[in-house]
């Protein structure tokens, strides 16, 4: 998915969240559809932040490119002052618009429950990776004891095969 088609996706979420607030709809139904915008934001970013590094392509993938890269800047700065302008708005919108009954109160609920979100996902990749490490650290140390063990039975084998050929011991 490119940067436009997420952003399309985004705005016509914020859309829903407008059409939302204008109906009078309650806080909840409001939160859902801010829920289903910052989902879409999210995508969104996380897509933008991958555009940052390039994925290496296997030995023998052809190296292919969808736009320029004049384009996919242009594509990036159109999608993050977007989503800026629709993060105003929707500050706007509990200080001094339609969700005023909501107050700041509900805007810091809704930033500081947001940022604990990001908080845990970036702490649970850390972890996985961390938990990854250590996986392939285990594997790594149980095939070189493995290897170790193995050819020192190898070893005592062939000296303990040495020593009984060898003239003067019968065995």
């Known amino acids: 998915m490119d940067p436009l088609t997420a952003l399309s996706l985004a705005t016509a979420a914020f859309q829903g969240v407008k059409k939302v607030v204008q109906a ?3 806080a909840e139904d409001i939160y859902k559809q801010l829920s289903k915008w910052a989902g879409h934001i999210s995508d969104l970013n996380e897509f933008m932040s991958d555009d940052d590094k390039p994925k290496k392509p296997g030995i023998f993938e052809k190296i292919g490119f969808a736009k320029s890269a004049t384009g ?4 990036q700065i159109i999608a993050k002052r977007k989503v800026k302008e629709m993060e105003d708005e929707i500050r706007h ?24 979100i990001k908080a845990d996902r970036e702490k649970l990749i850390y972890e996985q ?40 011991i019968k065995g």
């Open 72 to 75: 996919e800047a242009f594509d």
């Open 93 to 116: 919108m509990f200080t001094w618009g339609e969700l005023h009954h909501l107050g700041m109160d509900g805007y810091r609920d809704f930033i500081k429950r947001r940022r604990k």
């Open 24 to 26: 009078g709809k309650d």
């Open 129 to 168: 990776m961390r938990r990854k490490k250590k996986f392939f650290r285990l594997c790594k140390d149980i095939a070189i004891g493995s290897v170790a063990i193995i050819s020192s039975i190898m070893l005592v084998s062939w000296m303990i095969g040495i020593i009984m050929d060898a003239p003067g």
